[in-house]
């Protein structure tokens, strides 16, 4: 019997390998993880005959569209016309040179299907538990009571210099958010430094003008401003006016605080949130006037033009910590030394990365973190 | 105070929750809605704008009130005058709007000449931050003056002239480089900042934005 | 060039004069020019959040039977409840969705391009290394690159006073950031003359052209 | 006070008066400076030099007015070259204001060669949406543009009977002062349908648009007002762009000397003191 089936099984091979099988294969399925938005079409084509065009064309319920014309017999084709909705099914059609059908072949019908989680971001999921992990820890570590310290940071220094300037010269403190809204976080990380400018001056009955130039960021400071002079014991000299919008407009705006930098000669000129080319003419006019300015954003292209003209300059990430470093407190630091060690594991990244690249190229480990599905 | 503190600083950590999982899902019904949500807080600048315009009126009709010198009550007047004049022809209904010819006119020929101007500024305000921020005080301002002064060599015709080739490489090599390098440390400081910021508003922790009780 | 065009040019040459004249010290003119402007670009603003929000995003998709915008438009009119002192803490309601949108959005965003991003496109570098043959000049500057960046991150450190080895380290990032400094100002620096020259062929041939027009030259 | 310590601490408004005059002067007085055509302006030119009469080339005008000055001198070389040589236009925006300032070109500009709108020339207008406007001109341009910016149908305009389709065009050209803009043309009408792309763009973006030239993705670049004066310098047409690279010229030496007398002033003075 065993003979019997393995003459049989001889039979079958050795006819395969003289008439090849006029077979076309033709496979779709979906892509995983992703919105139900693509479909991978494979197809792979053995002909005795001259093959001129193989025509693909994608049947979804109603019509067929032909989605590819191409003369390669082994190929594949993203087809990211689908959605999840519907149920699609492709057929293949393979003509000779005088353009009649020599074959044909349809597939099964199929289901984009939907995932709800994107295997391709993994990499910045892990990032994220990684880094807000160490920041609570930190968090928490400082609410135990661990003492803490952070470095001293000169341009958050001069706050108290700056204030106490304008006071003993009777004059006011001009404090400029940035020319973006509350969608921005530099303009919230100006905000908070906002509330313990707001209380110093409170604090030294200083004259404080704080124009916006975005609607909602009006609420969110003159809020701010008001439950500082609250904490500081002096509700009644906060008044309405001390944050007021000008406009929208980016150099009306400017045009606006340089007439009143000029007018007002402010002593000390806060420039801290988002800013873009206007950031040189504030600050060439507050050089002007001989005020105490002091910048902060993370905006690096205008970094120079704040270093060249101001006392006092917030760089990236220093804009950010100067809220924990004014207020001290100890869950505010606690974050900051978060933000260290985050710091700290992505040298490590990158140092370690960087070896394994070098020893073993083909590992490829920087796709890992640049091709983001 | 349910209202004032409880409700807002859950109504923070909902959406903030939102838009990390949209970030998460592909699904097409989910993912979407980071955008969208980005386009509802376009939606509530838009109102908010109306109270950021009666701040501007209530300031400049103070001034009006109090000014002491009669030329200033003009100046209120003119900002007062130009806002409604736009305003009116703008929201008017039908040919209101950008196609609407006095709107078009002051657009044109008003704001367009003043934004250009106020940009130009800056030509001027450069040449004076040249001659007098690059002074080699420091080590530090010496470095970026050294930096500055090879790099605007190396972009200008007048380099060439000098050097021939070698500025606009050289420039090229610390545009490319050194400059390249100290920019992606700064954008991921500065990422870091922001995320810390992020979980202090969501933890509750930073609540100086919404005011006190 | 019609009368109306005329009549604009005139008016807009004026004003750019008027900006100008703050360079010599704040005169009238500038201060007329800039209550104008503030006046006429509020109120542009706010037209043009009404006709490219208000009138596509909330009128249209209600007509459109989408009302999921009634969210945003309650917390909008919350807003405006800050008109009223005794109910103005409702506002609160719009800063916090607002300020939530940013958190959520900006945590992910600025994790994935300015970290995850980053820090694979500097060891991507890495990939095909070799100090010989025609990839040198590439790799060496790959080690340059790879050291600003750690470099500079060090001076970013806040928990660790900048002395001893660490405090060297911070230095040099320092240094380096300088340099990165320097960089991008003589990058844009001569870019910004061009504004200028911009202005000077406004006056001279839309302002003045004008004047003759005006005048019947 | 001594000569170095006046120059040390003089009055920023001298400052601003030398600057001023150093741009002033070369414009008033059309000052030119020739500038020697480099390679990746030379090699628009010979494209568009080697187009036949009835070739149809597609024109983008995608900046705002704060770019006018780097941007405009471009398009209206082009446009001049493009007419010169009977080469059939067709312009579109894909920033609101560039309709407007195309307008300007075209008008001076068909008057001169006395070209007629539909036949020698097609403006679509401004459609928001970017890389999306250009992706669906790939299919058809009907798609994008139902109508031209006066609002007649496609099909009843000469010019565009024969052409439909993005890649009906010889040549698409993008004036871009950012995004949306060139880098969507590259990445589309370029890398998807083969349409040959040139383009012209802000000096500061330069650099970036350098890496698609180098490429071969883009076949020519003009980059800031440099880039418009080499173009008027091959056409022998001496416009804004050549007045402008003087301008910019002296004024680029005016900050190198004021940078070193900056330094000498406080050098001297420091020496003094010691």
């Known amino acids: 019997m065993r003979k019997l089936i393995g003459l049989v099984f001889f039979i079958l091979i050795i006819s395969y390998a003289i008439f090849p099988l006029n077979n076309i294969t033709l496979k779709v399925n979906d892509v995983p993880y992703d919105d139900g938005g693509k479909l991978v079409v494979k197809w792979k084509i053995s002909l005795d005959k001259e093959v001129e065009n193989i025509r693909i064309s994608q049947y979804n319920g109603e019509t067929w569209t032909v989605k590819k014309n191409t003369d390669n017999l082994n190929d594949s084709m993203k087809d990211n016309s689908v959605n999840y909705k519907q149920r699609y099914k492709y057929k293949i059609e393979v003509f000779d040179s005088e353009g009649n059908l020599i074959a044909e072949k349809s597939s099964r019908s199929i289901k984009p299907g939907v995932a709800f989680y994107n295997m391709g971001k993994t990499a910045v999921l892990i990032g994220l538990i990684i880094i807000s992990g160490l920041i609570m820890f930190f968090i928490n570590a400082a609410r135990r009571g661990q003492k803490l310290k952070i470095r001293r940071i000169p341009a958050l220094d001069s706050i108290e210099e700056a204030v106490g300037r304008a006071t003993e010269m009777g004059k006011a403190v001009l404090f400029v958010p940035g020319i973006l809204d509350v969608n921005n976080p530099q303009t919230i990380a100006g905000v908070m430094v906002l509330s313990e400018v707001a209380f110093k001056t409170a604090k030294y009955g200083t004259d404080l003008n704080v124009p916006v130039s975005k609607p909602v960021i009006l609420s969110t400071a003159s809020d701010t401003v008001k439950e500082s002079y609250l904490k500081a014991g002096r509700p009644d000299s906060f008044n309405d006016d001390m944050v007021n919008y000008v406009t929208n407009d980016q150099f009306g705006y400017v045009s606006h605080i340089d007439g009143y930098m000029v007018r007002e000669k402010p002593a000390a000129v806060f420039m801290l949130g988002a800013f873009y080319a206007e950031s040189l003419i504030l600050a060439e006019t507050g050089h002007s006037i001989g005020a105490i300015q002091v910048a902060g954003t993370a905006m690096p292209s205008q970094i120079p033009f704040f270093i060249t003209t101001c006392d006092y300059v917030l760089i990236g990430e220093e804009l950010y910590a100067a809220s924990a470093y004014l207020s001290r407190k100890p869950d505010v630091l606690g974050a900051l030394k978060g933000q260290d060690y985050s710091k700290l594991i992505i040298m490590i990244i990158l140092v370690v990365g960087t070896i394994l690249t070098i020893l073993f190229p083909d590992l490829d480990l920087s796709q890992w973190l640049t091709n983001i599905g | 105070m349910f209202l004032r503190r409880q409700v807002p600083f859950f109504i923070t950590v909902v959406v903030a929750l939102i838009m990390i999982i949209a970030y998460f899902t592909p699904h097409p019904t989910i993912s979407p809605v980071r955008n969208k949500l980005q386009d509802w807080f376009m939606i509530i600048a838009a109102f908010t704008m109306i109270v950021g315009i009666l701040s501007l009126i209530k300031v400049n009709i103070k001034k009006i009130r109090t000014a002491s010198a009669g030329s200033d009550k003009i100046y209120s007047l003119v900002t007062l005058s130009s806002l409604f004049i736009m305003i009116f022809f703008g929201l008017l209904p039908g040919a209101g709007g950008i196609n609407n010819s006095v709107f078009k006119f002051m657009f044109n020929h008003v704001m367009v000449p003043l934004q250009a101007t106020m940009f130009s500024l800056l030509a001027f305000y450069i040449a004076s931050a040249s001659f007098r921020a690059f002074r080699a005080k420091s080590t530090m301002a010496t470095l970026l003056l050294i930096t500055a002064f090879i790099v605007m060599l190396g972009r200008v015709p007048f380099g060439r002239f000098i050097s021939g080739p070698h500025l606009s490489n050289i420039t090229e090599w610390i545009m490319n480089v050194v400059n390249m390098a100290g920019q992606r440390a700064i954008l991921i400081g500065a990422a870091l900042g922001v995320m810390a910021t992020s979980v202090k508003i969501v933890l509750g922790i930073e609540r100086s934005h919404l005011g006190g009780e | 060039m019609e009368f109306i065009e005329a009549i604009g040019f005139f008016i807009g040459g004026f004003l750019t004069l008027f900006i100008f004249s703050f360079l010599y010290k704040d005169n009238p003119f500038y201060k007329f020019a800039e209550h104008l402007f503030v006046g006429t670009s509020a109120a542009y603003w706010l037209v043009y959040m009404y006709h490219n929000v208000i009138i596509p995003d909330v009128v249209k998709e209600f007509i459109s039977g989408n009302y999921w915008p009634v969210i945003p438009v309650i917390l909008g009119i919350f807003m405006l409840f800050r008109l009223i002192p005794s109910v103005s803490h409702f506002s609160r309601m719009g800063i916090a969705f607002s300020v939530g949108i940013m958190a959520g959005y900006n945590i992910i965003l600025q994790l994935e391009t300015n970290i995850v991003r980053q820090v694979g496109a500097t060891i991507a570098r890495f990939n095909n290394f070799s100090l010989t043959g025609s990839n040198a000049a590439f790799s060496v500057n790959s080690i340059i690159i790879l050291l600003v960046v750690l470099s500079a991150l060090v001076y970013f450190f806040f928990s660790v006073e900048h002395k001893g080895t660490i405090g060297g380290i911070a230095k040099f990032g320092m240094w380096m950031l300088m340099i990165t400094f320097g960089a991008s100002f003589g990058y844009t620096v001569m870019a910004r003359i061009s504004l200028l020259i911009g202005r000077v062929l406004y006056l001279k041939d839309s302002w003045w052209g004008s004047i003759e027009y005006l005048l019947g030259i | ?274």
């Open chain 4, 1 to 274: 006070m001594n000569f170095w310590e006046k120059i040390n601490n003089l009055d920023r408004r001298i400052v601003y008066l030398i600057i001023g005059l150093t741009v002033l002067i070369p414009l008033l007085f059309n000052i030119i400076l020739e500038v020697e055509p480099t390679k990746p302006v030379q090699d628009i030119y010979d494209k568009i030099d080697s187009l036949e009469k009835d070739d149809v080339v597609l024109v983008s005008f995608d900046y705002a007015a704060s770019s006018l000055p780097e941007l405009q001198p471009m398009g209206e070389a082009l446009i001049q070259h493009l007419f010169e040589k009977d080469i059939k236009v067709v312009a579109m925006a894909l920033w609101p204001v560039g309709v407007q300032l195309s307008d300007n070109i075209f008008n001076v500009k068909s008057e001169e060669y006395n070209k007629k709108y539909g036949i020698d020339y097609v403006h679509l207008g401004y459609k928001t949406g970017g890389m999306v406007v250009i992706d669906s001109m790939g299919s058809g341009i009907e798609d994008a543009f139902p109508t031209d910016k006066n609002g007649n149908k496609l099909n009843e305009l000469k010019l565009m009977r024969n052409v439909n389709k993005l890649d009906d065009f010889a040549l698409a050209i993008s004036l871009s002062a950012g995004d949306p803009g060139l880098r969507h043309f590259v990445m589309v009408a370029h890398d998807r349908y083969g349409v040959p792309v040139a383009g012209g763009c802000t000096a500061v973006s330069a650099p970036q648009f350098f890496a698609y030239y180098s490429s071969g993705q883009m076949l020519g670049l003009m980059g800031g007002l440099r880039g418009a004066a080499e173009y008027e310098s091959i056409i022998e047409k001496l416009g804004t762009g050549s007045a402008g690279m003087a301008a910019q010229n002296y004024a680029h030496i005016m900050i190198i000397i004021f940078i070193i007398v900056g330094n000498i002033s406080m050098v001297v003075l420091k020496r003094k003191k010691k």
